[in-house]
């Protein structure tokens, strides 16, 4: 299976601010009775921007400032909770392509990686200082390279460090991030761990 | 040097090193249900692969099955979709299905230990996050995405790196009122909920060699909630005679084979941890949260916290919370109004939750505020509770007595909050909008603090409630 290798991401930005943000925050449960990922972009952070909304203001990415950003940033532990893969599924299908956090929840990072998602983590005050940027000029274009493990933005001068795991900085920069082909590659042995196994080779 | 269980059992299902350094795990027990698998039988398809070991994979129906009108189609189309498409895909690919007329449905995770099919020294991995209940039998079970899914299906093993050990020691006794629900939420007040990323948390202890089976249950289902991906206890006698005798356990020669081995995968006396925390049982009382994560906990007779009284890397958090629970800084626990009281869940659905609580409710009521439900974890749990009594105590109370599923621990059937109702649950989330309603709010306790919330229509301390000393 051929795919894309990702080795730079670069569009602009939104900063969804908050900390602890999970995945039923991201996508509802109610949007879950699907059986496809289809048409799960529009949904993405549904009930948040009706809360806000409702609190008189406006949610990130209601914001017109911000449309057609494909790059998010936001708190620590991002995408905690639920397992539920619909959560990076409806982001990339909003339109985001990388997501940028001080921590992520261990599920919804491997799920992202797995579609083609980097999600990198910069400290906290980097990324204070980028979404004071991107609130100030929100069309600077953010680049994040992940052969340099930087971000950085056109225009102005900023520049930092990210961190992201080599076992998902490899595979996405060589384009075997959907780990399915190796998985297959490793048939013959599985079969024989099986046989191994006496709580399976007895089935 | 000794071996951690995980440690061993990692080894026994390694089947071998990928090229980004990850392990293709095997994954001896696939756990299935309608709402994360149609998309990955989809893919599985899409790829030209087939599913390898179906009698591998058990599937059952939870998370959008109806909890009052059960027969089908059900008024939801989407539901009724989903739950024909499983069947659907079972039926092709040969996998077990514990479909709702066979009387063993109910929520994957009490299905699989109550079947037998959750056993000790295995891989166990299931769409969803609280997979890490069947940790409770000294079981390696992670939560997956869809595409790990699939992976399983097709392969019978996913790609994942090896978490580290931290092990959390509770010893001493807990006083009466206390129970494995408050362990649970003080462990990850005091670790956090993001505490527990990269490690498996491995619980240990007098406290929870004292604990039945079930309560080990309740503690490994929310490591989860403290970032913790896996959650295991190692297994011993408690274990064996849970299992003993279920339709998946081994039989006659084998059930001895199998305790020797399940004997030996317990983590050796000297084995070596990334971290050791310890807690004391008698410092824990019955708690409640008071916010958006299940890290937001307080004992019953403590009052919800000045956000800028706590750490600095909490207070934003705080101060959301505070503004969704419209419940103002200072605020007791005690006293909180009710509006919802929901017993059930994965975390506290089982038989013994509801013994508990039915052990004290005989001739009580509700509050007429108050809109009570139980929901049985299973058909299992429901038929054996209906015939030792145990419903009837219920619905003599004033509880909406209702047939098995998740229900309203994620609001994706019909039973949601309305408006800003607030909740008391015996779930395992306190997050916005998880019970079905955006602005809904719920607390989070164990079932008898549920259920004395339920008869005086606020937050209670159930020592005083039920006159339990």
Not at chain 2, 90 to 117: K, M, R, S, Y
Not at chain 2, 335 to 346: E, R
Request: glycine letters at 10%; aromatic letters at 8%.
């Amino acid at each position: 299976m051929s795919l894309e290798k990702i080795t730079q991401v670069t569009g602009r930005g939104v900063f969804v601010p908050g900390d602890d943000i999970d995945t039923d925050r991201i996508i509802p449960a109610r949007f879950m009775k699907c059986v496809t990922f289809d048409g799960l972009g529009e949904f993405a952070f549904a009930d948040a921007k009706i809360a806000e909304k409702a609190a008189g203001r406006l949610h990130p990415l209601d914001d017109s400032r911000f449309n057609g950003a494909t790059i998010l940033i936001s708190g620590s532990n991002f995408g905690c909770g639920s397992s539920r893969e619909h959560a990076p599924q409806a982001l990339y299908r909003y339109g985001f392509r990388a997501i940028i956090a001080e921590s992520f929840a261990e599920i919804f990072f491997g799920n992202s990686t797995t579609l083609g998602i980097p999600c990198v983590k910069m400290s906290k005050e980097d990324i204070a200082d980028l979404a004071a940027l991107i609130e100030k000029t929100p069309s600077i274009q953010v680049t994040l390279d992940l052969t340099e493990s930087k971000v950085t933005t056109d225009d102005v001068d900023f520049a930092a460090e990210f961190t992201l795991p080599g076992h998902a900085r490899e595979p996405l920069m060589n384009g075997r991030w959907d780990s399915i082909a190796d998985l297959v590659d490793g048939l013959q042995d599985v079969r024989a761990r099986v046989a191994a196994i006496p709580y399976l080779s007895a089935k | 040097m000794g071996k951690t269980l995980l440690e061993k059992v990692w080894e026994e299902h390694t089947v071998r090193t990928l090229p980004d350094g990850r392990t293709q795990l095997l994954i001896g027990t696939h756990l299935i249900h309608e709402v994360t698998s149609p998309q990955a039988f989809g893919m599985v398809r899409d790829l030209g692969l087939k599913v390898l070991y179906p009698n591998r994979t058990f599937a059952t129906v939870d998370h959008i099955v109806p909890t009052d009108q059960r027969a089908e189609p059900f008024s939801d189309p989407l539901a009724d979709a989903m739950v024909k498409e499983l069947r659907k895909n079972c039926a092709e690919t040969g996998v077990t299905f514990f479909d709702l007329p066979t009387g063993n449905q109910g929520i994957v995770h009490i299905v699989g230990p109550e079947q037998g099919i959750t056993q000790p020294g295995t891989t166990i991995a299931c769409g969803d996050s609280h997979t890490s209940t069947h940790g409770a039998f000294g079981a390696i079970a992670f939560g997956i995405g869809t595409s790990q899914v699939r992976d399983v299906l097709a392969t019978q093993t996913m790609a994942i790196g090896k978490p580290k050990v931290r092990r959390i020691n509770v010893d001493g006794k807990l006083a009466p009122g206390v129970y494995a629900k408050d362990v649970i939420l003080h462990i990850i007040r005091h670790l956090g909920v993001n505490g527990g990323i990269g490690y498996a948390y491995e619980y240990g202890g007098s406290t929870f060699d004292a604990f039945t089976q079930e309560e080990r249950m309740t503690v490994c289902n929310m490591a989860i909630e403290g970032g913790a991906r896996v959650g295991y206890v190692n297994p011993d006698e408690t274990t064996f005679e849970y299992l003993r005798g279920r339709p998946y356990s081994p039989k006659g020669a084998e059930w001895d084979a199998a305790v020797a081995r399940w004997k030996a995968v317990a983590s050796d006396k000297d084995a070596v941890y990334d971290d050791v925390v310890n807690f004391k049982a008698e410092e824990i009382l019955p708690t409640v949260t008071w916010g958006i994560t299940p890290g937001q906990a307080i004992f019953i007779d403590e009052a919800i916290p000045n956000p800028d009284d706590l750490p600095e890397k909490d207070r934003a958090t705080a101060h959301e919370a505070i503004e969704h629970m419209k419940l103002p800084a200072g605020t007791p626990a005690v006293g909180i109004k009710i509006d919802v009281a929901f017993l059930g869940s994965c975390t506290n659905g089982r038989l013994s939750d509801l013994q508990e609580v039915a052990k004290h409710l005989r001739g009580r009521k509700v509050s007429p505020t108050v809109k009570a439900i139980v929901v049985p974890g299973s058909q299992g749990v429901a038929s054996i509770a209906e015939k030792m009594g145990i419903a009837e105590i219920f619905r003599e109370a004033g509880f909406e007595w209702r047939g098995a599923g998740c229900s309203m621990c994620l609001g994706m059937n019909p039973d949601k909050l309305v408006g800003d109702q607030l909740c008391a649950s015996s779930s395992n989330r306190n997050f916005k909008g998880r019970q079905g309603s955006p602005t809904g709010r719920t607390m989070l306790m164990s079932p008898l603090m549920v259920a004395a919330a339920a008869l005086t229509g606020e937050v209670s301390d159930a020592r005083k409630v039920f006159g339990i000393s």
